[in-house]
């Protein structure tokens, strides 16, 4: 039994470990409970759920690129009602924190879908989404407008007590005064980044590789950009931030750790190999172990710029 504190915080909630399963790349919980044992995870955060279902975006909606994919699925999901009879249930009994993400396309149905889950006990925190470059409305229209991400999370701030998690947009000039206005409006922490805006064609049909043209680009390629914008914000505004962006072993997570994140999601890296997640955590412990660090937490931001 290690004695490493793995433990850390996102506002009030704790969680076991920093190591998230990220949305969009795990559904519901239910098609990775199979591969993965849950309950050694840090926590799931849930395919993006509007308030009436979505069929999402016409196939092709994922190809696979260099060091990374593309997808534009457009926020395909079951709805609220569906999500809270059919859902909740199996996500009930996982014994890892559970954190539901919300996507909109006016910030009245972000406001009322934080309404109506704020009572679901099993939720332990909302990421609000307002960067899917998927979708024609809402998405990237809130995620490149820095007045309606501040007024989307004085909102749903208003609807919950539990934390507000934004995640935000790679595909915007200045991430930091989106940072900013989020903490001003009383977010409790940023998710960095979603999907970076890309394209793919094929040159004998010279048509493109996906139905919608273009598609959001992630995996190994993005970490870097990831990196750079976890640090860019981390440099300047005080809040908690999860870093997200081709993390696939141990080490991305460290490297995202000391630019300043408190927590990491896994994305891409689950459709390769679904225990990714547990392996990281092994490894961040044996680092912490090698490097003397007691808590994991005293690793956030102990770089020397
Ligand atoms: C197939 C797929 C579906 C996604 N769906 C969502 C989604 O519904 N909501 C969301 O906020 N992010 C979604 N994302 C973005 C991921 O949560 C994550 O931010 C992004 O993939 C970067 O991390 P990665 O490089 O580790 O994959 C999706 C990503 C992929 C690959």
Known sequence: MSSIDLTVKIGSVELKNPVLLA????GYGNEIAEFIDLSKIGGIVTKSISLNPRKGNQPQRIIETPSGMLNAIGLANVGIDVFIEDKIPFLKELKTTLICNIAASSIEEYEKCVEILDSEETIKAFEINVSCPNVKEGGLIFGNDVNAVGRITAKVRAKT???IIIKLSPNNSNIVDYAEIVKKEGGDAISAINTLIGTSFNIYSKKPNIKNITGGLSGPAIKPVALAKVLEISKKVDIPIIGIGGIMNWKDAVEFIIVGATAVQLGTVNFINPKAGI????????????????KISDLIASRII
């Open 161 to 163: 007590n539990k934390p």
């Open 279 to 294: 392996e990281i955590i092994d490894g961040l412990e044996k680092y912490c172990e090698e490097t003397s660090t007691n």
């Open 23 to 26: 949305s969009g790349t795990v």
